[in-house]
DNA sequence: CAAATAGTGTCTTTGAGACAATATATC
DNA sequence: GATATATTGTCTCAAAGACACTATTTG
C-alpha cells in the first residue's frame, strides 16, 4: 500500500481468489473446475474462487484455503500464490483483480462438494479424452499459466510429491515425474537425486503387492517442505 | 474472478500496486523510497506505490508502469509482479491488497521526482553506511522478499544486465553478479556461461579508456529477453 | 618494459546418463 | 526356476572450476 488518503476517490475493483487445484487420477494431471450457476458466463465451467471475505479471512492465503476447503475438503494441501491478472476487460461487470493460487492434492484426499454458486464440480483431465471446456473470463489463459510454472519448476523441485497419496514408492514418483515432464528418466540418476535430497525416509516393513519384488515405501520427512535441487533434472 | 452476483455485499478491499524499483549506484543495489507526506505514517519511508485507476490503467501492470515513470521517468524497464499481499492489519485504513512489482533499471536511466503524496523521493543503499530506515507498512517485509527473490533468480539467469547502462563490458557484468551474490566467479567459467547464452553482441570499434587492456564493449542482442540457464551459476 | 587488466587455454574433478548386474517378490 | 520389477554398481563423457598463460593498452 502507500500514497493517499483514506479511501480513493473512485471505486475500488472487485478482489477474488481463484484456485487452481490440481492432482493426479488414473496417472494424469486433473484440474477442478466448478460449472457456473450464475451469470456472467452461466453454465460454463471455471476455476473454483471467491471474493475475499473481509470480515472474515485473515489474508488473502486464508482466502484460498477457504476456497479450496468449500470445494474439496482438503485441509492442508501443497499451496502456493502463482500470479495476480487485474483489468477492466476480463469480467463483464468492470474492473476485477484475481489473485490467483495452485494447489497441488492427492486425489484420494478429496472430498468433492458444489457449494452455492456452483452447479457442478468436477475433475477435468488436462490432456486426453474429455477435452477441457473453453472456460469463463480469462481462466483458460491462467490455468495455461499455471501448468506452465508447475512443469518448470518440477524440474528442478520436488513439487511432485504433494501429488502423490501420504505413502508412495520411488518408482511411483519417478512415474510421475516422467508423466509430468513427457519424458523418460534413468532409473539410477533420479534415486541419486532424490537420495541426495535427504527429504524423504523409508516406512520400514512396509512393502507394495505385486508379483514381483515389492518396492520401498517412502514418506516425507518431518519438516520437509519443497526441496530445490542445485542442477536441473 | 469467479462465483458471484453483480457486487459483493460487503466492501471491496482497497487496491494498490506498490513498486520495489533497484538500481546500482556506485557498485551497489539501491532501492528507490519516497517519504510519506500524509498519514498513515506520515514522514515514513516507504516503497512507491498508489491506488489503481480503473479509468487509466488498462491493467495493474500498467498502473506499476505509471507509478514508475511518475517517479523516475523511467519508461521501459524490467519489470515483474513478485508477489501480492493482502490482510486486513498492514494498513490501519482496513483490510488492502497490494501487487508489488520489482523494477530493475540503469541509474543513469533514472530521473527523480517526488510529484504527489511525496515528501521525498531518494535512492537508498540495501547494505552500508546509511542504513535503511525502518519503512511504512510491511514493506520492510515486502522489499526484503523482493531482493531475496532477484538473488535467487541471479543464479539462473541473466537479470542483472538490466542494471547496467545499454553498452558494458563482461568485466563489468561479472563484478555485477559478484556484488549481488557475494562471492567471487571464475572468469572462464563465468565468460564460457554468457558466450552459450548467446544473448549479448559486441559493439564493434569500442572499447574502454584506462591504463590497461581495454574490454570489448557489449549490448542486449535485439529481442533478447531475460535467458535462463540449464544450470546455476 | 613495467603495470594492470582483458581474454584464452589446459587440467582436474565432479556429476549425469547409459547400461549392466544383482535382488526379491509371485506363480 | 521363469518372470517381472526393484535396487545398486560401473563406465563413459561432458561440463565446471582452478589455475596458468597470452594479449593489449598506458606511462
Redesign the interface.
Same mark, same amino acid.
Given at each position: 500500500?502507500?500514497? %493517499?488518503?483514506? &479511501?480513493?476517490g473512485?471505486?475500488?475493483?472487485?478482489?477474488?481468489a @481463484?484456485m487452481v487445484i490440481l492432482a493426479l487420477r488414473d496417472g494424469t494431471l486433473n484440474v477442478l473446475l466448478i460449472q457456473?450457476a450464475?451469470p456472467p458466463f452461466a453454465q460454463n465451467w &471455471?476455476?473454483? $474462487? %471467491?471474493?475475499?471475505?473481509? =470480515?472474515e479471512d &485473515? =489474508?488473502?492465503e486464508a482466502a484460498a484455503r477457504r476456497i479450496l476447503k468449500d470445494k474439496t475438503g482438503v485441509d492442508s494441501p501443497y499451496l502456493e500464490?502463482v500470479?495476480?491478472? %487485474? *483489468? $477492466?476487460t476480463? =469480467?463483464p461487470? $468492470?474492473?476485477?483483480?484475481?489473485?490467483v493460487y495452485m494447489a497441488l492434492i492427492a486425489a484420494d484426499s478429496a472430498a468433492l462438494a458444489s457449494g452455492? *454458486?456452483?452447479a457442478d464440480v468436477k475433475w477435468w483431465a488436462l490432456q486426453g479424452a474429455p477435452p477441457l471446456p473453453g472456460l &469463463?473470463?480469462d481462466h483458460t489463459e491462467i490455468l495455461a499459466a499455471c501448468v506452465k510454472r508447475l512443469r518448470n519448476k518440477v524440474e528442478y523441485t520436488t513439487l511432485p510429491v504433494h501429488l502423490l497419496p501420504a505413502r508412495f514408492t520411488l518408482p511411483d514418483l519417478q512415474a510421475l515425474y516422467e508423466r509430468i515432464l513427457d519424458r523418460k528418466m534413468d532409473k539410477s540418476a533420479f534415486r541419486k537425486r532424490m537420495a541426495e535430497a535427504n527429504f524423504l525416509e523409508p516406512v520400514m516393513g512396509e512393502k507394495r503387492a505385486a508379483s514381483n519384488r515389492p518396492a520401498q515405501i517412502y514418506r516425507l520427512r518431518d519438516g520437509c517442505a519443497t526441496i530445490f535441487f @542445485?542442477?536441473?533434472m
Open positions: 500500500m502507500t500514497a %493517499g488518503m483514506a &479511501a480513493p473512485f471505486p475500488a475493483p472487485i478482489v477474488t @481463484d457456473r450464475a &471455471a476455476l473454483p $474462487g %471467491g471474493f475475499i471475505h473481509a =470480515d &485473515a =489474508d488473502i500464490q500470479q495476480t491478472v %487485474g *483489468n $477492466g476480463r =469480467d461487470r $468492470g474492473w476485477t483483480v484475481s489473485i452455492a *454458486n456452483a &469463463a473470463f @542445485d542442477r536441473t
